[in-house]
């Protein structure tokens, strides 16, 4: 059963981005299936817009998102390619749930993911910093 329950809103993902993380599902669909197949969902059902198009508010590789807890919480993650996850640092891959989760929102939104103990849990992007520009 996958573990990612993003909502059905659309998304929106670079095409450099959703060429390197379909890329990069498909790598990983022997390893982590679940986790592969939910990317790979996601980005079926992406928008693909330019580089020039991507509004600042939609997480992408690189942004650190704020996001709120329903009980008022605040955390700050990074999302990150798996082989610069820290979770330590708060880099989360863009193979967890969260990550998967979190890929194309924007700032607003309320996304969900099912953590590995088969829970539902959700929070809401309060801000996104584009740290960097990553394809």
């Known amino acids: 059963?996958?573990?990612?329950?993003?909502?059905?809103?659309?998304?929106?993902?670079?095409?450099?981005?959703?060429?390197?993380?379909?890329?990069?599902?498909?790598?990983?669909?022997?390893?982590t299936p679940d986790m592969a197949e939910d990317l790979l969902a996601e980005m079926d059902r992406a928008r693909v817009a330019t580089e020039a198009a991507m509004p600042a508010d939609v997480v992408r590789m690189g942004s650190t998102v704020t996001l709120q807890n329903p009980e008022g919480s605040l955390q700050t993650v990074t999302l990150v390619y798996p082989a610069e996850a820290d979770i330590a640092e708060r880099?989360?891959?863009?193979?967890?749930?969260?990550?998967t989760a979190l890929i194309g929102a924007r700032a607003g939104r309320?996304?969900?993911?099912?953590?590995?103990?088969?829970?539902?849990?959700?929070?809401?992007?309060?801000?996104?910093?584009?740290?960097?520009?990553?394809?």
């Open 1 to 31: 059963m996958p573990t990612a329950t993003q909502s059905r809103s659309t998304i929106l993902v670079s095409a450099a981005e959703h060429d390197r993380l379909s890329s990069l599902a498909k790598a990983f669909l022997n390893r």
């Open 91 to 99: 880099r989360i891959s863009v193979l967890t749930p969260l990550g």
């Open 110 to 135: 309320t996304v969900s993911w099912r953590s590995r103990d088969s829970r539902v849990l959700s929070a809401t992007i309060d801000a996104v910093e584009q740290t960097r520009r990553a394809p």
